[in-house]
T-cell receptor, first 113, second 110 residues
Framework: NAGVTQTPKFQVLKTGQSMTLQCAQDMNHNSMYWYRQDPGMGLRLIYYSASEGTTDKGEVPNGYNVSRLNKREFSLRLESAAPSQTSVYFC????????????FGPGTRLLVL | QKEVEQNSGPLSVPEGAIASLNCTYSDRGSQSFFWYRQYSGKSPELIMFIYSNGDKEDGRFTAQLNKASQYVSLLIRDSQPSDSATYLCAVWNSNYKLTFGKGTLLTVNP
């Protein structure tokens, strides 16, 4: 039981390049989330998927797109990376419903030059 | 904007002491409250959750909730150097969004 997994662990991009961050969970959770964490800013929600087939914007969605591929997988895409997107990205999942606990993946460190 | 406020610290305590971490929130309709621990370079991991007013104890950790004052705290008894980390307070708001505070850095000195 791996919990929440993320790939890659670390990535360097040049401005304007695109990439997709992958997230998968094996806990049969319904809801999945993408956060970014920056020094002094805390965790900020980018996008979330309350259930398979649905996605919604969070606090900071600009510059990102998401796909809920199936119940297990939720990907985050940067179409044209910018230095402001340098951050640590965390995927999280929860069973869903009434204010459940969220479980986090190990994170992806992204550096945009 | 639903706010969750924490003192950024650093909070420094000697080994064996009680560490007290505090959090206030702005949404009076919030019902569920969580404390996560995050070691440097790692992901947040759940320590405790609390739903009802009062205290909830789990080993060396005690969460305290006062909904009237919109205040939640985490006490760590017999603090150990391994407790040195950033502690994140998280609150489920009445609009069903989990909002995190910016975290308090705790350092336990041997």
């Amino acid at each position: 039981n791996a919990g929440v997994t993320q790939t890659p662990k670390f990535q360097v991009l040049k401005t304007g390049q695109s990439m997709t961050l992958q997230c998968a969970q094996d806990m049969n959770h319904n809801s999945m989330y993408w956060y970014r964490q920056d020094p002094g800013m805390g965790l900020r929600l980018i996008y979330y998927s309350a259930s398979e087939g649905t996605t919604d914007k969070g606090e900071v969605p600009n510059g990102y797109n998401v796909s809920r591929l199936n119940k297990r997988e939720f990907s985050l895409r940067l179409e044209s990376a910018a230095p402001s997107q340098t951050s640590v990205y965390f995927c999280a999942s929860e069973f869903g419903g009434a204010e459940e606990t969220q479980y986090f993946g190990p994170g992806t460190r992204l550096l945009v030059l | 904007q639903k706010e969750v406020e924490q003192n950024s610290g650093p909070l420094s305590v000697p080994e064996g002491a009680i560490a007290s971490l505090n959090c206030t929130y702005s949404d009076r309709g919030s019902q569920s409250f969580f404390w996560y621990r995050q070691y440097s370079g790692k992901s947040p991991e759940l320590i405790m959750f609390i739903y009802s007013n009062g205290d909830k104890e789990d080993g060396r950790f005690t969460a305290q909730l006062n909904k009237a004052s919109q205040y939640v705290s985490l006490l760590i008894r017999d603090s150990q150097p391994s407790d040195s980390a950033t502690y994140l307070c998280a609150v489920w708001n009445s609009n069903y969004k989990l909002t995190f505070g910016k975290g308090t850095l705790l350092t336990v000195n041997p």
